[in-house]
């Protein structure tokens, strides 16, 4: 039997011991095991490992984080004052025709109670 | 790179392996799961990003130096205890020995090792433990996790040359032992 031969039956006697490892020893092992796996993790703050190349769009949220909070702040600013800006001025333009043509004597005041004013006045 | 799965599957195919050959080289088992377990650690917070076909050879060289480390730490503390122990009254018959031979001589009446399954097992594991430093780590990277020679050389830090001439003399040495003990090769 040369070295390498005698080598490879010593390491299967080896390998044959490794299932008579304690339980005490397994468990810490397993122990150890789930720690390494959990720093791998906060590390890279998701449960899987990231390579540069592969960085997703939840990812950059995650990244600038206090950006993408102040940008969509600003686009909900931006929406409301469009709506505001909007509502206030088709208001004002319907009071106005409704008291031009009141003045002008083209409708009656009881034209106030007609709750169908606003289509008139908007097709006219 | 890999994903924590695959980390977690490799950890599990080594840990067991590691476990025995940190505890060959420290002969105290809790000190080998402190080491596997720094090893582990070091592993994922350094090399996760690697890829995944280099972490056996990551990993050997992390458990390598842990396990030099050790020995540097215990180095350190059997010096302080030799010389405190020069100043404590009645302690020169039985603290002779430093603490490395105390700590051998324990693990050799380990329940572990007398109630092991096998005879042959305990008295391999008894005969790789007394191999010379070098000898064991090249038996031990080379033959049982089965890195070629050049991987061999790259965890150890040294030419081939000397993997082949460790590696030799190691199962040389290993034969010797056993066959002093009665276990002939067939």
Known sequence: MNEEQYAKKLVTELNDGLNGLGSDVLRRLQSSREQACEAASQQRGAPYLRSAHSITLTGWFRQHRLGAAGAMLLVVLALASVVWEYAGSSSDDDTAAVDTALLAGELPVNAYLDTHLNKWANAN | ?186
């Open chain 2, 1 to 186: 790179m890999g994903t924590a799965v695959e980390l977690n599957r490799f950890l599990a195919g080594v840990e067991r392996r590691a476990f025995r050959q940190a505890a060959f080289a420290v002969r105290d088992d809790q000190a080998a799961l402190d080491i596997v377990q720094d090893s582990m650690l070091k592993l994922a917070d350094k090399y996760a990003n690697a890829p995944v076909e280099e972490w056996p050879l990551l990993f050997q060289r992390i458990m390598q130096n842990t396990i030099r480390d050790y020995y540097r730490r215990q180095k350190v503390r059997n010096f302080w205890v030799t010389t405190l122990s020069i100043f404590t009254p009645g302690a020169d018959d039985e603290d002779d020995e430093p603490l490395e031979h105390t700590q051998a001589t324990a693990e050799h009446e380990d329940p572990m090792n007398v109630l092991s399954a096998s005879k042959n097992l305990a008295a391999i594991q008894e005969a790789i433990e007394k191999l010379p430093a070098r000898q064991r780590e090249a038996f031990v990277l080379r033959y049982w996790e089965e890195m070629d020679i050049a991987e061999t050389a790259v965890v150890m830090g040294c030419s081939e040359g000397s993997v082949k001439t460790h590696c030799s003399r190691a199962v040389r040495a290993l034969a010797a032992m056993l066959q002093e003990k009665g276990i002939h090769d067939e």
